[in-house]
């Protein structure tokens, strides 16, 4: 397992490109054959993925979790992003089509990831939280997520959000979680711009071209930083840091937050005029 310690809101306004992406961008993602965990200290966030080919990956625990196995304390929730494959847990096998999200409850035992075709793997991304109660776990598929629509071509912003982890679709403790598809001819997600001190969250860009790169905001509304982020890359956006970011063309990104509460429309807005 990898660490990732944020910096805080002072020192990263002198930091280099660098810097800023050792202190907040996961970059080690979806290697085929292989689970990748990072353990960042964003209320405690683990990002992970897992790209299984000829045989099943399980998901390990780590001392650092000091726990007999990782949902032990934990939920987790899990988004396809490739081929179709399948999740076990606990023996019961869930079916993971693209964009298919999987709650995953505290207190599940065994966790394991397989793709239907190698040639063609499923690609596990997840965002796991500290859970204080057991719930139940549950497969959303992505036509029995919330859907909002937002934005519009003329402001570059027209996209669906998709939640899929949220209250009302799945009993979770702290984790909301969902995947944002802005429309062909649009660029901007979390146009404006917000902060929301109760919760952390941690982006995931995906769909886009290799070639193709997603200018991330981060930073205080007054000091902001961009960093190019590659497509499936992640980057934790600590409470004090605006999220928003421009592409080259348009992409999806997964979002999955954890903090004080659950409500997804809680959030303090900005104004363009307030960001530097
Ligand atoms: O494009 C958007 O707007 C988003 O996807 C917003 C994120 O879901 C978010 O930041 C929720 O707090
Ligand atoms: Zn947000």
Not at 126 to 147: D, E, F, G, M, N
Not at 176 to 186: A, C, E, P, R, W
Not at 194 to 222: A, C, I, N, S, W
């Amino acid at each position: 397992m990898e660490f990732l310690n944020t910096a805080d809101q002072v020192r990263y306004q002198r930091m280099t490109n660098a810097e800023l992406r050792e202190a907040f961008v996961v970059e080690a993602l979806f290697a085929p054959g292989q689970l990748q965990l990072t353990y960042t200290d964003v209320d405690r966030a683990i990002v992970g993925s897992a790209v299984p080919t000829d045989s099943s990956l399980t998901l390990p625990t780590h001392k650092e979790l000091a726990s007999n196995y990782f949902c032990e304390r934990r939920e987790l929730g899990i988004i396809n992003i490739g081929g179709a494959g399948f999740v076990s847990v606990d023996g019961e096998k869930h079916s993971m089509h693209k964009l298919d999200s999987l709650y995953v409850a505290r207190g599940s035992e065994s966790v394991s990831f397989a793709s239907d075709d190698a040639a063609n793997p499923a690609q596990f991304y997840w965002v796991s939280y500290p859970a204080h109660r057991v719930t139940k776990t549950l497969h959303i598929p992505q036509s029995k997520a919330k859907q909002v629509a937002l934005g519009d071509l003329g402001s570059s912003n027209e996209r669906v959000i998709y939640q899929s982890i949220c209250p009302g679709i799945v009993d979770s403790c702290q984790l909301v979680m969902g995947i944002t598809q802005l429309n062909k001819g649009s660029i901007w997600n979390t146009k404006p711009p917000h902060t929301h001190k109760r919760r952390t969250e941690v982006y995931m860009y995906f769909d886009l071209p290799d070639t193709e790169r997603v200018f991330h905001f981060m930073g205080q509304p007054h000091e902001t930083r961009a960093l190019a982020l590659a497509p499936r890359t992640a980057i934790a956006s600590p409470s004090w840091s605006i999220h928003s970011g421009a592409g080259s063309c348009n992409y999806s990104f997964i979002w999955a937050m954890g903090g004080e509460n659950q409500q997804f429309d809680d959030m303090d807005h900005l104004t363009l005029a307030e960001i530097g």
